[in-house]
Nanobody, 116 residues
């Protein structure tokens, strides 16, 4: 069984930076892909970025060039570095672990608020 726990959200001014962390535990060898999604009030959940076990990355169009996803396999942790934050980046950010043949595992979410 896999669990993921997010941390690192908070309040930041426009143009600022934050780093989110997602720590995985349990049967981590079953995880094929880890990613970050976000959901703003009144909007659908959307992909922010994901990363394979081999380090291949994929980004949503709205964050390309500003956000960077990375992973530390020794710590079973995935990071999301967010630079040049905009008001529209305000959302609850969720970590996701994809496991072949099983439903994805979601974290509880962490709030990111961009406000002046």
């Amino acid at each position: 069984q896999v669990q993921v726990v997010e941390s690192g959200g908070g309040l930041v001014q426009p143009g600022g930076s934050l780093r989110l962390s997602c720590a995985a535990s349990g049967n981590i060898f079953s995880i094929s892909l880890m990613g970050w999604y976000r959901q703003a009030p009144g909007k659908q959940r959307e992909l922010v970025a994901d990363i394979t076990g081999g380090g291949s990355t994929n980004y949503g169009d709205s964050v390309k060039g500003r956000f960077t996803i990375s992973r530390d396999n020794a710590k079973n942790t995935v990071y999301l570095r967010m630079n040049s934050l905009k008001l529209e980046d305000t959302a609850v950010y969720y970590c996701n672990a994809a496991i072949s043949g099983y439903p994805s595992i979601w974290g509880q979410g962490t709030q990111v608020t961009v406000s002046s």
